[in-house]
């Protein structure tokens, strides 16, 4: 297990893990196995990834008011199907909360929350750079196609320090004074045109000096790093699949297992 480590693993494999889990999870809808996965997804994102507690916090902080939204919502205005056997806890006005309100509205919490541990597992976990070597090498994306997402994705914090400067530039001259949705327009236009452009002039050198370094887009190149699927990646897709069936095992065993079939 000491060469389990997220950050070596490949990224290719990482989000095919994260898909597979991802489709797993939706056709779950009791809050047992979730929550119970969410945790094992806690501990391999702390265990086996360098993940700094704080910045993972203030990410996960937003999905968890989404969570509590679908909570509240399915708690309030979800509607139990025929036959079901429904225990009041309490009435609030027009709102009963009921057993089965709050089995879904739990179900469907927990779940945006295993989706969202999963997603910055990946996120927090994968350099962008050999993500897209990987999917390049191992799922034989277009490399045209790869180098310009890389390209572009460069490019972003260029992007917000020429923002900067045009604001800047722009209050030393005045052009910022007026008030009004009109001004506010036209400053849009007036960010818009120069950081248009300026984003012309640098796609332009980054094609030239990609064709002076002999780059066509064909598959037939030589990489300078090249990533491998080992049998660490195929560990880590198993380990995290025989979680969830673990998960599953426990909530059928508590009999508190449910499908969005039996949901339906």
Request: charged share 15%; proline share 4%.
């Amino acid at each position: 297990m000491k060469n389990l480590h997220l950050h070596t693993l490949n990224p290719s494999i990482k989000a095919l893990t994260v898909i597979v889990l991802v489709t797993f999870i939706s056709i779950v809808f009791d809050p047992v196995t979730t929550f119970l996965y969410w945790l094992f997804i806690l501990a391999v994102t702390f265990i086996f990834g360098k993940v700094e507690f704080r910045k993972w916090l203030l990410i996960f902080i937003p999905f968890l008011f989404v969570a509590l939204g679908y909570v509240w919502t399915a708690i309030a205005f979800s509607k139990p199907p025929q036959g079901t056997e429904l225990i009041s806890y309490l009435t609030i006005g027009p709102i009963n909360v009921t057993n089965y309100g709050i089995s879904s509205g739990l179900g469907l919490g927990m779940r945006v929350l295993c989706f969202a541990g999963l997603s910055m597992l990946f996120i927090l976990t994968t350099d962008p750079v050999k993500f897209i070597l990987s999917l390049v090498q191992q799922c034989k994306l277009p490399p045209k196609l790869a180098y310009g997402i890389l390209a572009g994705y460069r490019f972003l914090p260029l992007l917000t320090e020429e923002i900067r400067i045009i604001r800047h530039a722009h209050k030393v001259r005045g052009a910022n004074r007026e008030t009004g949705m009109k001004a506010k327009l036209l400053t849009v236009k007036r960010y818009a045109i120069p950081l248009l452009a300026s984003a012309i002039r640098k796609a332009e050198r980054a094609a030239i000096a990609m064709e002076s370094k002999g780059f066509t887009g064909s598959r037939n190149r030589t990489y300078y790093k090249r990533l491998y699927v080992k049998w660490q990646d195929w560990l880590f897709l198993s380990i995290m699949v025989f979680l969830f069936l673990v998960c599953v095992f426990v909530s059928m065993k508590l009999g508190t297992f449910r499908s969005v079939g039996e949901f339906l």
